[in-house]
């Protein structure tokens, strides 16, 4: 289970930094990382994992693989769009976090 959105608002909050001051010194639209606490949102969540310095996969372990891979949200499988090396289907990196 990854960090529920409210932890991550409190984790930026106590680095005196705004969820619209991540986003904007990332470059990026003002709100997208506020969106990207509640959906899916490449640019948003890249953001707040860089600034929180804590892995996408653990933020968001349904949304990325632990090797930083987006996960389809439609199946859960590695999205082979973004890697062409990928093999769908191939979750084997989801069960090192299970265990």
Request: charged share 30%; glycine share 6%.
């Amino acid at each position: 289970m990854g960090w529920h959105p409210a932890d991550i608002r409190a984790a930026v909050e106590k680095r005196g930094k705004t969820l619209k001051d991540v986003a904007l010194a990332a470059g990026i639209h003002a709100d997208a990382c506020r969106f990207a606490l509640r959906h899916r949102h490449v640019q948003g969540e890249r953001a707040l994992s860089e600034f929180l310095k804590i892995p996408l996969w653990e933020l968001w372990p349904d949304r990325w693989s632990v090797h930083g891979i987006r996960l389809d949200h439609r199946t859960k499988e590695l999205r082979q769009r973004h890697n062409p090396k990928a093999v769908v289907g191939d979750v084997s990196c989801q069960k090192s976090r299970a265990a």
